[in-house]
């Protein structure tokens, strides 16, 4: 009968490793990225960015002076004027509103099964980069019927689906994986060894939180943190991803350690 509640007790005591190991990482995931809001705290800020400003206001000044549009004798005059006033754009409002804009639909590009086009409307910015400069010229501009350009093409990235359907229960993990660990040591007939096996997992569990956090670039496709325009954006990501999961793997290893030492006392105690 002792030998039936052990191999249960294991049983749950491999199932608290588990959850243990999913808990920190797919709450992350879940609040910074698969959540929106998450998503733009880190994503809006990358707006300081200087090659994602360069980006935008290029695209805004090729669209202007793109076409058919503008005669040739024009272009020679309203060239610089568009790209002094485009310098000036990524201290707008305007600019500001166009990349958050942005960012919202890349979350959900992000999570749209197959790969699709980032496109972004410039019409705004436009306006705002044509205003000051026809106060200097004694003439309309006209603007592009459809400023709407693709900034880049996301591509298709299965694992966040799979993560997005999973993640939302990532809260539950933690509390899930101490109720295991109790009713573990409460159904097993041996608790020093059982606790002292609870720590093994818990180092175990530390152990794959500290490897992902310092090898998260290895699990993320290179097709992803490669992308043009994504790519930097994936690195932040990164980046944050294996600061705040390096730590945590390094405590909850320390905390499994500790428990299989309490454990490992209290055999020795017994025997004595």
């Known amino acids: 009968m002792s030998t039936a509640r052990d191999l249960l007790a294991l049983v749950l005591l491999l199932g608290a490793t588990v959850l243990g190991a999913l808990w920190l990482p797919a709450t992350w995931i879940h609040d910074n990225v ?3 809001d998450g998503f733009l705290a880190i994503t809006v800020p990358l707006a300081e960015d200087p090659e994602f400003q360069r980006l935008l206001s290029d695209s805004a000044v090729e669209e202007i002076l793109g076409g058919d549009r503008v005669p040739g004798w024009l272009q020679q005059r309203l060239t610089p004027l568009a790209e002094e ?8 409002d305007v600019y500001g509103t166009l990349w958050g804009a942005s960012m919202a639909e890349l979350h959900h590009a992000l999570f749209t099964p197959g790969a699709s086009e980032l496109d972004v409307d410039l019409a705004p910015a436009i ?14 501009i006209p603007r592009p019927e459809d400023a709407t350009v693709t900034l880049a ?36 007939a041996h608790r020093r060894t059982l606790l002292v096996v609870a720590g093994l997992g818990g180092i175990l569990a530390g152990a794959a939180v500290w490897w992902l956090g ?30 705040a999961m390096t730590p945590q793997g390094v405590i909850l290893l320390g905390a499994g350690a500790l428990v299989t030492a309490v454990g490992v006392v209290l055999m020795g105690l017994h025997r004595r």
């Open 127 to 140: 306006d705002r980069i044509l205003t000051p400069v026809e106060e200097k010229l004694p003439i309309d």
């Open 85 to 92: 006033q485009a310098e000036k754009l990524t201290d707008t």
């Open 34 to 36: 698969v959540d929106e």
């Open 214 to 243: 310092t090898r998260i670039e290895t699990v993320v496709p290179d097709a992803v943190d490669q992308a043009t325009f994504l790519g930097p954006i994936v690195l932040e990501f990164e980046s944050r991803f294996q600061t």
């Open 153 to 188: 093409t996301i591509p298709d990235v299965p694992l966040l689906t799979a993560l997005s359907a999973v993640t939302p229960w990532a809260h539950w993990a933690g509390p899930a994986a101490l109720v295991l660990l109790v009713l573990a040591l409460l159904l097993g």
